[in-house]
T-cell receptor, first 114, second 116 residues
Framework: QKEVEQDPGPLSVPEGAIVSLNCTYS??????FMWYRQYSRKGPELLMY????GNKEDGRFTAQVDKSSKYISLFIRDSQPSDSATYLC??????????????FGTGTQLKVEL | EPEVTQTPSHQVTQMGQEVILRCVPI?????FYWYRQILGQKVEFLVS????????KSEIFDDQFSVERPDGSNFTLKIRSTKLEDSAMYFC??????????????FGSGTRLTVV
């Protein structure tokens, strides 16, 4: 079983739709859960992170973590064409010395159409 | 906004040649990382670097790879004898100097390495 699984898509939605992106994981040692956005030929850009189960909201974005099910989600409300990108989930444990190695999902390619 | 800068953006090299990928992390960051992304695959951790030494490395980071912070500003990844399977996008990242809790990385835009 892969440590982090994510549906690669592609996912195509009309402008204004609610988008739901999901990842599952197997390593119960993961403590932090992140969503990154990656535009073509660019590095990942941190959108949101959460620690522990529950919801976290930031503007049109909501991150949800269910540690008991080992399942995380990112919801995008009122999606815009500029949201078209690849969305990567990532997770980490804390390394000794305070570092944190990230384990990524494969990424979901999202296209928001006019 | 501060950026992590990577050069070159694209490098083509012949199999067996040495290649050095360069990164300038954000100036007050103290944790440095290299990740790679083979086309169509996920972003994978290679190595983390703190206090002038490697703090962790993955199975991918074998004896052909090395990292260095030669002058207090640059952070380099060297591949001694490149193989075709080293072709990938290589991302440098850095993180602020705080311990405990979570602090997000800043990634560079990457260097696309093509081994022919």
């Amino acid at each position: 079983q892969k440590e982090v699984e994510q549906d690669p898509g592609p996912l195509s939605v009309p402008e204004g739709a609610i988008v739901s992106l999901n990842c599952t994981y197997s390593n119960s040692a993961f403590q932090y859960f992140m969503w990154y956005r990656q535009y073509s030929r660019k590095g990942p850009e941190l959108l949101m992170y959460t620690y522990s189960s529950g919801n976290k909201e930031d503007g049109r974005f909501t991150a949800q973590v269910d540690k008991s099910s080992k399942y995380i989600s990112l919801f995008i409300r009122d999606s815009q064409p500029s949201d078209s990108a690849t969305y990567l989930c990532a997770m980490s444990v804390i390394l000794t010395g305070g570092g944190n190695k990230l384990t990524f999902g494969t990424g979901t390619q999202l296209k928001v159409e006019l | 906004e501060p950026e992590v800068t990577q050069t070159p953006s694209h490098q083509v090299t012949q199999m067996g040649q040495e290649v050095i990928l360069r990164c300038v992390p954000i100036s007050n960051h103290l944790y440095f990382y290299w990740y790679r992304q083979i086309l169509g695959q996920k972003v994978e951790f290679l190595v983390s670097f703190y206090n002038n030494e490697i703090s962790e490395k993955s199975e991918i980071f074998d004896d052909q790879f090395s990292v260095e912070r030669p002058d207090g500003s640059n952070f380099t990844l060297k591949i001694r004898s490149t193989k075709l399977e080293d072709s990938a996008m290589y991302f440098c990242a850095s993180r602020p100097p705080r311990t405990g809790g979570f602090y997000g990385y800043t990634f560079g835009s990457g260097t696309r390495l093509t081994v022919v």
